[in-house]
């Protein structure tokens, strides 16, 4: 015991569609851990499972040491869930989307009239909260759920695609808060298809693809074991790079050809960029980097993440 | 002590009710006025010249807003387990939203026929206050007649409910209206006796919970006995409440924990 939460070839069915195939993983007290995959990965339907809303078909899942199927309601007071999907009540205020919310743990009013305030500074909503929830923006209605998921103080959060669909800055606002969450020691657990995200935010996470775990470890540790240090992106005109292909596979110890573009995978990438020139290719553009989380799904999956 | 889930699903709907309360409670109150004193005084005065002996001995008025009180607390049950529903399934998905915290598929279920009670009661009541403004019966007749038109709105609601639940397009909601709900109240006894109805047609209306709740509170109003047994009636009307509840947790579930 001990694992916050602990799954053993945990598996969802659809009728005959899986969904979940048999995963394996354990999330720590105090754990930031993600789940990265692309559209019908299979994380919304995991997330739902660890929350208790939807039965598991096969293997075992254990959540703060209880059963979500058999001890459902009891667990579910002690999670919090920003589902990917917002569900928020549009013809209340947000006052009274969080009471109406509280009230469902059965918090007394005067308790939550204390812990609404504090929600709403820590979220920035404080000036809005006397505003029916169909006037706010994307980014504001995001903050909102999250504040409602914490209105039971969790003992883990459930966050499925937290900034999906939000603009940059919408995005960094929200990162803040889930940063400070997570050092006042929330467990999280989030879900995304953006690497950045993943970076910012998970301790530890999993890479999954076709309701398959396919690795798993720190962000910098995936990125360590799954491909090399530093990668050189060259793009060139549409239909130059079929002829060139062979060419560029001989440039570095690995090589992914996309549809505009080339990755060299590479531990000097001073020494690919002139190895490039030297084979008298033309590119439009060189861009060397770091190699990211990104370039592991790819060597994972063999596709990029978001198209 | 803790609050029982469905409790906590009701003060939920209460409090979303608190933002409308004056103009639904304008308009329980406008809706029997128009319609008495159209129908019931109105039509009712062409009625009773051309019937002097009248409808079972009464005023059309009379005969008329027991039948209406019980219209309008069919019509609100049905609303209620339509556009509520639909909304919390679908539309804005506030039922995913309770399900993630301790309730329960049966306790949403439990608490959104509570609600609708409370609904329907409210109607009922006001119809009532208004049937004693318009003369057609004491005040404690009114509120006995309000007892069957209770149980139909209800009945109504679990009926919907269950029938919404099942329905993944919404524009088969109007459908529903249109063709269950309207015919219903044309023809369940409200405006004219069903004997007045096509031979084929009686049966059907006598399997309609409106028709087992106008003739008793008609029965209450016009002080005669109603065509069928009370027993029967109430248990009829009993058991279109509880398979209709037990017949939405099926499809609920499906649709919010699959
Ligand atoms: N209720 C359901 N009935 C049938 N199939 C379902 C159901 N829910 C999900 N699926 C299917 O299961 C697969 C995994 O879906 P899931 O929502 O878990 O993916 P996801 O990783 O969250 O994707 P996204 O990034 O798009 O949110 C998808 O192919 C989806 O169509
Ligand atoms: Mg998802």
Not at chain 1, 80 to 87: A, Y
Not at chain 1, 231 to 248: H, K, N, Q
Not at chain 2, 18 to 33: D, E, K, Q, T, V
Not at chain 2, 181 to 195: E, H, K, N
Request: proline fraction near 6%.
């Amino acid at each position: 015991m001990s694992h916050l939460i602990e799954a053993r070839g945990l598996t969802k069915r659809f009728g005959d569609f899986t969904a979940v195939d048999g995963i394996d993983f354990t999330v720590e007290p105090g754990e930031s851990f993600g789940f990265l995959g692309p559209n019908g990965a299979g994380k919304t339907s995991t997330m739902r499972m660890i929350g208790a809303v939807s039965p598991i078909t096969a293997g075992s899942l254990t959540v703060l040491g209880l059963d979500p199927m058999k001890q459902g309601p009891q667990l579910r007071s002690r999670l919090g869930v920003v589902p990917q999907e917002d569900n928020l009540d549009p013809d209340l205020t947000i006052d009274d989307n969080l009471m109406m919310y509280g009230r469902y743990f059965d918090l007394p009013r005067s308790a939550l009239r204390g812990r609404i305030d504090e929600l709403l500074d820590f979220l920035q909503l404080t000036e809005k909260r006397k505003e029916r929830v169909d006037s706010l923006s994307g980014g504001m209605k995001r903050r909102l759920t999250i504040a409602r998921g914490l209105i039971n103080e969790p003992d883990l959060l459930i966050l499925d695609e937290p900034t999906t669909g939000l603009d940059p800055q919408a995005r960094h606002i929200l990162w803040d808060r889930l940063y400070r969450l997570k050092q006042q020691g929330v467990t999280l657990i989030i879900t995304t298809h953006y690497m950045d995200e993943a970076e910012q935010l998970c301790d530890r996470l999993v890479v999954m693809d076709k309701a398959k775990i396919v690795a798993e470890g720190s962000p910098v540790s995936l990125i360590s074991e799954h491909a090399p240090r530093e990668v050189v992106e060259v793009r060139f005109r549409p239909g130059v790079l079929d002829g060139i292909a062979d060419v560029i596979e001989t440039l570095a110890p690995r090589t992914e050809i996309l549809a505009d573009r080339a990755l060299l995978y590479t531990d000097d990438a001073e020494k690919t960029v002139a190895g490039i020139g030297a084979a008298g290719l033309e590119p439009e553009t060189i861009l060397a980097r770091r190699s990211s989380l990104e370039d592991v799904f790819l060597r994972l999956t063999g596709r990029t993440l978001v198209e | 002590m803790t609050t029982p889930l469905s409790l906590r699903v009701f003060e939920s709907e209460a409090r979303l009710y608190r933002n409308i309360w004056r103009s639904s409670i304008a308009s329980s109150f406008l809706n029997p006025i128009l319609y008495l004193a159209a129908m019931g005084v109105g039509l009712g005065s062409l009625v009773d010249t051309n019937l002097p002996g009248g409808i079972d001995g009464v005023s059309y008025l009379t005969f008329l807003a027991p039948g209406l009180l019980v219209a309008t607390a069919m019509q609100t049950g049905a609303a209620e387990g339509a556009w509520k529903v639909m909304a919390g399934l679908k539309w804005t998905k506030t039922y995913h939203a309770k399900l993630s915290t301790p309730i329960g598929v049966p306790s949403l279920v439990f608490g959104h026929m509570l609600w609708s009670g409370a609904r329907v009661l409210m109607v009922s009541i006001v119809f009532a206050m208004v049937m004693v403004a318009f003369r057609v019966a004491p005040v404690s007749e009114s509120l006995v007649a309000l007892g069957p038109a209770f149980l139909v709105g209800l009945a109504m609601a679990a009926a919907t409910t269950a029938f919404t639940a099942r329905v993944q397009d919404p524009a088969a909601l109007p459908l529903y209206f249109r063709f269950v709900v309207i015919p219903m109240f044309l023809f369940s006894g409200t405006f004219f006796p069903i004997s007045q109805l096509p031979d084929w047609l009686q049966p059907v209306a006598l399997l309609t919970p409106m028709y087992h709740g106008v003739e008793m509170s008609r029965a209450v109003v016009v002080g005669v006995s109603p065509a069928v047994a009370p027993w029967i009636s109430i248990t009829y009307l009993l058991a279109w409440i509880a398979a209709g509840t037990l017949l939405a947790i099926r499809p609920f579930r499906k649709r919010l924990t699959p």
